[in-house]
């Protein structure tokens, strides 16, 4: 009898174990990093990502937006999920995403419209209109990563973001519902992700014309043939001001042998916040203000013509193109003289010929350098052409970036990832 029941305990002690062990585990499961994976869209040339959200599930195509403030989706159009709870007035949410003002919604409850709710201000930075929107929660799932694979996915079950109306979403790539904002705020994807994760305010990007990826959290990123680029960085300072975007200080630009010539005041960053060098994923080439423009393409042009190579008619966007007759291709791109950024810490970022020009047709590369005009806020935009097949680190904690040379050096690229789940 008493053996009977005591078996019966141990059958039912451990048919409780079975059932609830699985879910116990994905709790218990605490990744060090996660992964995302990015394409580039052929006609936009803007960086996407997808994420999955809601329940049930569902992917979501995201502009990706490294000085973004927030992840922004269109809750107009087909949003239905049983788990998105909007941000009440006064909550942590409020606070946690610096909400502006309480909101009501006169038309009938759904995702983007209730009573009594916070209110962001999401912005489309690629076509710079901005609306307002209400914040909320829902689950977001991401594969998590050893550094080598994808792994088992995650959950982050309490993720803020704002609503936005469907026209916000004018002029990104066919498909995209949003936007995924990577900036310095608490509620942009690398913050929310460290503090659900428990890991370190860091994250990576690796970007190429085909695929590339962003990590979370920590190293190693490891390309295929077994790279990791995480031991290839040079670390400069990266300034948190004036906003939620990264800027870094370019201390000069040297082209070939020669200093470029610059007016130095529109290379640091005033007290009105304008000025500086930013690095922008919605730009897709980078951008200079009209005196650096000049100057840095008269010396690009100069050098260029020390080695025989001649000018072509103009392509737009650019300016400054040239016949490929007499330009050699190697490893790191076309053979054209590079363009050393000189940047805090006296460390230089080398573009090369892979990231500063652009092949327009079978007999013309052109400079992939575009004029900001005068005056604008910020006096050196790079862009995403300039970033590709290079791996930035962006450590929060420690106001750090960490940048690796072009990765063709080492005989791989930012589509090298290997994408097959170790899950
Ligand atoms: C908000 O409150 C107003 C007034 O009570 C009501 O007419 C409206 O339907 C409510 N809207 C939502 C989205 O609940
Ligand atoms: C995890 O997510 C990826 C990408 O969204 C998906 O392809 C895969 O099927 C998911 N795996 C599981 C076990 O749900
Ligand atoms: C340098 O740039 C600053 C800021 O635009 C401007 O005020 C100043 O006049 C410029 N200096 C020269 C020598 O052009
Ligand atoms: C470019 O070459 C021209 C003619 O040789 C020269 O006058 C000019 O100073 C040079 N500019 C730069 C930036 O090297
Ligand atoms: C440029 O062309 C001239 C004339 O064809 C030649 O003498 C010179 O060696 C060439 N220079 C380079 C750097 O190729
Ligand atoms: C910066 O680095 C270069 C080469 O790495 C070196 O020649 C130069 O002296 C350094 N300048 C300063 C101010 O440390
Ligand atoms: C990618 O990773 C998988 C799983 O670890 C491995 O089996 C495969 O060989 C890797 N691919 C390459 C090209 O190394």
């Not at 029941?5 to 994905?26: A, D, E, R, V, Y």
């Not at 994976?37 to 040339?45: E, F, G, I, N, R």
């Not at 009440?88 to 502006?100: E, F, H, I, M, V």
């Not at 203000?289 to 103009?314: G, L, P």
Request: proline fraction near 5%; glycine fraction near 8%; charged fraction near 10%.
């Amino acid at each position: 009898m008493a053996s009977s029941s005591s078996l019966h305990f141990l059958l039912f002690s451990s048919l409780i174990l079975l059932f609830i062990s699985p879910s116990f585990s994905q709790q218990s499961f605490r990744p060090k990093a996660l992964v995302l994976p990015v394409s580039k869209d052929a006609s936009t040339l803007q960086y996407l990502t997808t994420i999955k959200q809601r329940t049930p599930l569902v992917p979501i195509s995201l502009v990706l937006d490294l000085g973004g403030q927030f992840l922004w989706v269109d809750c107009d159009q087909n949003y239905v999920s049983s788990t998105y709870r909007r941000a009440r007035c006064g909550s942590a949410q409020c606070s946690l995403a610096s909400a502006n003002g309480c909101g009501n919604c006169f038309s009938a409850p759904r995702p983007g419209c209730n009573n009594n709710t916070c209110g962001v201000s999401p912005d489309n930075t690629v076509t710079r209109t901005a609306t307002g929107g209400e914040v909320a929660q829902d689950v977001v799932s991401v594969q998590s990563t050893n550094g080598f694979n994808p792994g088992r996915n995650v959950s982050a079950p309490n993720f803020v973001f704002s609503c936005a109306p469907t026209s916000l979403s004018e002029g990104l790539a066919s498909g995209v519902v949003g936007m995924a904002g990577l900036g310095r705020t608490r509620i942009a994807f690398p913050s929310q992700f460290a503090s659900t994760f428990s890991f370190q305010r860091k994250f990576a990007i690796c970007l190429s014309s085909s695929n590339g990826v962003v990590f979370f959290g920590e190293s190693p990123y490891v390309f295929l043939p077994n790279v990791d680029a995480s031991q290839l960085l040079s670390f400069t300072t990266l300034f948190s001001e004036p906003s939620a975007e990264y800027f870094i200080g370019v201390k000069s630009i040297q082209i070939g042998d020669t200093v470029v010539p610059l007016n130095t005041t529109l290379l640091s960053i005033d007290s009105q916040g304008v000025g500086g060098t930013k690095i922008s994923t919605v730009n897709p080439y980078t951008v200079l203000e009209d005196s650096i423009y000049k100057a840095v393409t008269e010396a690009f042009i100069n050098q260029s013509a020390a080695r025989n190579i001649t000018r072509a008619a103009s392509v737009a966007p650019f300016d400054v193109c040239f016949s490929s007759t007499n330009i050699l291709s190697t490893r790191l791109g076309p053979n054209v003289p590079t363009i050393n950024l000189v940047l805090e810490r006296n460390v230089t970022w080398s573009i090369f010929g892979a990231n500063s020009m652009v092949e327009v047709n079978q007999d013309v590369y052109c400079l992939g350098f575009v004029n900001g005009g005068n005056n604008p806020r910020t006096s050196i935009v790079i862009g995403g052409h300039q970033l590709e097949n290079i791996l930035l680190q962006f450590d929060l904690a420690t106001s750090r970036l960490g940048f690796s040379a072009l990765l063709f050096g080492r005989q791989t690229t930012c589509a090298n990832f290997n994408s097959t789940s170790v899950a």
